[in-house]
C-alpha cells in the first residue's frame, strides 16, 4: 500500500493531487510553497494544492526551505514510502530523497532529456517543437535527470499557447502517474536512463524576456506571443504605453521597410516588419484594460499606430 506525500504548488499539480484523492490514494501530506502576496493591494493568496488539501483534512508543510534538519525530520515524521513531485518549486536535498522506500518521482511536462528545468513548457513552445509531453522520472540529486519510468507524446498544434499546452499535458500527466503508481505496486516498471547527448534546459521565464523585438523573425515572434500566453504577456511600448500581444499571425516579408516599422493598420489587424516576415497583430491589450481585437484598439488609439511610423 502506497503512502503517498504530495508535493505541489501550481494549477498543473492540483490535477494530479485531485486525480490520487478521486482513486482513492492515500495521501498523508501535502507539502507546498508558502502562501504569497499577490494583486495591488498585497493580500495573502493560498494555492489551488493547499486548497484542496484543506478540504479533504490532509495535513499540509508550507516550509521556506529544505535543507535544514528540522524541516527534514518533520518530513520524515510522516511515515510516507513515496513522495510525488509536480512543479513543487523548491529543490529535495538528498537526504529526503532517500527517505520513502518506493523513492521520489516527478512528473515533468516535457520529453526529458529534453527541456530540464523551470518553463519547459514556454521553451517547447518558443522553440517551435512540434511535439512534446510528459515524463515520470525517479529523481535523483541532479536537475530533472532522474531515471524515466513512464514517457508519453503529446503533439504541439499550431494555436497551442502555454494556458491550452499545459492543460493538455496536465490530463496525459494525471494518466501517465497513475499507471507509473499502479507498476510501482506491481513491482512491474522498467526504468531506463536519460540519453545525457539529449539534454536541453528549459530556464524560467523572466518577465524582459516577453518584449517583442522586431530584430527576431516574425515565426519566433508569434511563437513567444503564444509561449507567454497567460504569463507575463508579449509586449512593446508605443507613446511610452505598454500593450500586451495575445494573439497575432505571419504574413510573407516585403521590401522596403524597416523592423519596427508600421506597414499597415486596419481592421485584420496592425502589421508589422520584423527582420524576417511580417507581425499581425490581432489581439491587444493596453496595461490595465481587457484584452480587445486590433479593430477596437485603432478605434481610440489610431495615432499610435500610423503606417510608416516605427515601433521601437
Not at 503517498?4 to 492540483?14: E, N, R, S, Y
Not at 485584420?268 to 524576417?276: A, Y
Request: hydrophobic share 40%.
Amino acid at each position: 500500500m502506497l503512502r503517498i506525500m504530495f508535493a505541489g504548488t501550481p494549477d498543473f499539480a492540483v490535477r494530479h493531487l485531485s486525480a490520487l484523492l478521486s482513486s482513492g490514494k492515500e495521501i498523508v501530506c501535502v507539502l507546498t510553497k508558502p502562501d504569497k502576496a499577490s494583486g495591488r493591494g498585497k493580500k495573502m493568496t493560498i494555492n489551488s494544492v493547499k486548497q484542496l488539501a484543506e478540504k479533504n483534512k490532509i495535513p499540509i508543510l508550507q516550509l521556506e526551505s529544505l535543507n535544514s534538519p528540522e524541516a527534514q525530520e518533520l518530513i520524515s515524521s510522516f511515515n510516507f514510502n513515496i513522495m510525488i513531485v509536480v512543479a513543487y518549486g523548491l529543490i529535495l536535498p538528498k537526504s529526503i530523497l532517500e527517505v520513502p522506500s518506493f523513492g521520489c518521482i516527478n512528473v515533468h511536462a516535457s520529453l526529458l532529456p529534453s527541456w530540464r528545468g523551470a518553463a519547459p513548457i514556454q521553451r517547447s513552445l518558443c522553440f517551435g517543437d512540434r511535439e512534446t509531453g510528459v515524463t515520470i522520472i525517479r529523481m535523483n540529486d541532479k536537475l530533472d535527470a532522474g531515471d524515466i519510468l513512464y514517457q508519453q507524446v503529446c503533439p504541439i498544434e499550431s494555436c497551442d499557447t502555454t494556458a491550452t499546452l499545459a492543460n493538455k499535458l496536465a490530463n496525459l500527466g494525471v494518466t501517465s502517474l497513475l499507471k507509473t503508481l499502479d507498476m510501482l505496486e506491481r513491482k512491474t516498471d522498467r526504468a531506463w536512463k536519460q540519453d545525457e547527448t539529449r539534454v536541453s534546459y528549459a530556464s524560467k521565464i523572466r518577465v524582459e524576456e516577453a518584449r517583442l523585438n522586431w530584430s527576431e523573425s516574425a515565426t519566433k515572434l508569434e511563437r513567444c506571443i503564444r509561449a507567454f500566453n497567460p504569463w507575463p504577456g508579449s509586449y512593446f511600448l508605443v507613446n511610452n504605453t505598454l500593450i500586451k500581444v495575445w494573439r497575432a499571425s505571419v504574413f510573407p516579408s516585403v521590401s522596403g521597410y524597416l523592423t519596427g516599422q508600421i506597414i499597415r493598420a486596419d481592421k485584420n489587424g496592425i502589421q508589422v516588419m520584423s527582420s524576417d516576415g511580417i507581425l499581425n497583430l490581432e489581439e491587444l491589450q493596453i496595461s490595465g484594460k481587457k484584452i480587445i481585437q486590433a479593430q477596437d484598439l485603432l478605434n481610440s488609439r489610431y495615432k499610435f499606430f500610423i503606417p510608416g511610423s516605427v515601433i521601437i
